[in-house]
């Protein structure tokens, strides 16, 4: 049987966030099977929970940002992406304040935290998300689609003019397995302009970006004195995001997702056309004592144990 997974013990850490720049305590906690991962705010009282799903999607602005009840949780994609890249079907994140802290723009703090305590397995199958139709949407010349695949791919396209960028691969597909997440897409940092700063502050937008949790480009070049962390960390964050984004969806994928210059308000159009399209897609589970994982998530359960 392909179990699901959750934390083997809370683990905390503090940090940023990115949008507000107010300070955020932020633990996970481990959670019964068929939880999902619910997003906790401790600020209120009582706490109130916001679960991490497509439906609940509120906010597409430079983020995913939830609203369930009249509570908001923004900022949800970087931290979504490491579950589903390490394979955490069940998690409590319980939060400080309104938004998941940035820490250093990529989701590799979190795989981090997530490794260093490990994960159990819990004694129910743990349900993909199969695509059985293509979907697609699109919004002027942007597009994503979903199509049937027998494992999790991901490809992406960007389309900057930009003299940085268009030096770059703006272009990259990947086949998920949880070694390869960690290895070639879990430290793609975000990304921004700076000729878009000024207009973000404006806006009350970006107030706790640095150079510590964000890649910033000027018209010719990186201003990080580290430089990027891989030579198309661009399109490959555009894949970490898309990950975190399609996690929202309830559980793993099996298909292929496909998209150009897309961004978190089209992933979040193209899960809930998904979702209401019953023919489209159904849950699978491998129930059967002898059941191979789809070969995408054999390696989720190399974790440590
Ligand atoms: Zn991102």
């Known amino acids: 049987m392909i179990r699901q997974y959750t934390l083997r013990q809370v683990v905390r850490t503090r940090g940023i966030g990115l949008h507000g720049g107010s300070p955020v305590f932020m633990s996970l906690l481990p959670a019964p099977p068929n939880t999902g991962i619910v997003f906790r705010r401790t ?31 923004t900022t949800v994609e970087h931290l979504m992406s490491a579950l589903a890249g390490l394979g955490v079907d069940n998690c409590t994140v319980e939060l400080s304040a309104p938004e998941v802290p940035i820490m250093d723009g990529s989701a590799a703090p979190f795989v981090y935290l997530i490794q260093s305590i490990g994960l159990v397995a819990q004694p129910v199958p743990r349900r993909f998300l199969r695509v059985r139709q293509p979907v697609q949407v699109s919004d002027g010349d942007k597009w994503a689609r979903l199509e049937p695949y027998d494992g999790f791919r991901l490809g992406f396209t960007i389309d900057f003019d930009h003299p940085l960028l268009a030096a770059t691969d703006q272009r990259a597909s990947f086949e ?22 000024e207009w973000l502050r404006s806006k009350n937008l970006a107030l706790g970006a640095s150079l510590d949790n964000a890649v910033a480009v000027d018209d010719f070049r990186v201003l990080n ?20 984004d399609l996690y929202l969806l309830g559980g793993p994928l099996l298909g292929a997702y496909s998209a150009h210059k897309s961004g978190h308000a089209l992933n979040n159009d193209l899960a809930r056309a998904l979702l209401a399209d019953a023919q489209a897609w ?24």
Request: proline letters at 6%.
């Open 225 to 244: 004195h580290e430089g990027l962390r891989y030579g198309d960390e661009f399109v490959r964050h555009k894949i970490l995001d898309a990950i975190g």
């Open 176 to 197: 998920f397995s949880p070694a390869a997440y960690v290895r070639e897409v879990s430290r793609a940092r975000t990304f921004g302009f700076m000729r878009e700063f």
């Open 43 to 73: 600020d209120l009282s009582p706490p109130r929970d916001v679960p991490g799903r497509a439906e609940y999607v509120a906010e597409t602005t430079l983020n995913s940002g939830l609203a369930y009840d009249g509570t908001k949780v």
């Open 282 to 305: 159904e849950w699978v589970v491998f129930a059967d004592a002898r059941a191979q994982a789809p070969l995408a998530y054999a390696g989720m359960l190399e974790l440590p144990a």
